[in-house]
């Protein structure tokens, strides 16, 4: 019984030994084996089984691929006394397992040194340059238009000399120097957003609003003067109208005055006895009324009718 379990426990040391003595590399990974803290041999890259001295030695297994550093925004001074916030990012790799294991053990520490690295190169870049060069690429003229003005008017007559790649590429070039003393090889970094800072965007922000309110000022103006300039023709128009329906009426009371003075013409013609009496007559219905008083001499040819027709009704009333 004793013999089983001491072959038992043997049998399951050397199981366990063995188990212990292989790892597997994959393709996306590296490793560096080390012996009580301290790195043996070079790293190994070789997808595959591998051997190791079981117990004794430990796997630390990297990333073979591109990873990812995502800075926190930053303030910073550029050349021409703007200050901005700056959020930048970078793509990189371990290139070395065996020098990144020894000066900075995993990747938690390679995010702290990119952070200390990045960003204070693009502090030191950008303090260099202008902010036109940091926000533009390239002279390619402003779009004309109100909105070309709000943000950037003081910056329109500003010539880029290197523009926001230059500016990236030179991050790069001056970060990418120290990387390789920590197996650290830095392929890209970029600028994802460029602020203004609090104080310096509620100016902006005021300038904005300010420049909106001009341009709808503008637009009440002119629609205003476009109104004005509506309603001056709609009353020319009704003028000319009113005027040329006035002379219409006027050539047609006129035509018609003149038909009936041809009438009466005629009619003075064949009777003129007739005429007098019907003309003196709407004489009287046109001016006599129960209040009116006449003051008529005898010979009056008003008053020749009224005193013939006195058996047919009794005349207006008369003082001489």
Known sequence: MNRTVVASIVGGVALLSLWSAFYTVSETEQVVVTQFGQPIGTATSEPGLHV?????????????????????????????????????YARWRIADPLRFFQRLRDERGAQSRLDDIIDGETRNVIASHNLIEVVRSSNRTFEQGEEAQDVLEAEETREVQHGRDKITRLVLARASQVMPEYGIELVDVQIQRVNYVDTVQAKVFDRMISERKRIGDRHRSEGQGKSAEIRGKKERELKRIESEAYRKTQEIMGKADAEAAAIYSSAYGHDPELFRFVRTLSTYRDTIDKETWLVLSTDAEAFRYLRSSSAASSPAPVRR
């Open 52 to 88: 190791k001295l079981p117990f004794v030695q430990d796997v630390n297994v990297f990333d073979k691929r591109w990873l990812e550093w995502d800075g926190n925004a930053t303030q910073v001074p550029t050349r021409d006394k703007k200050y901005i916030w700056v959020d930048t």
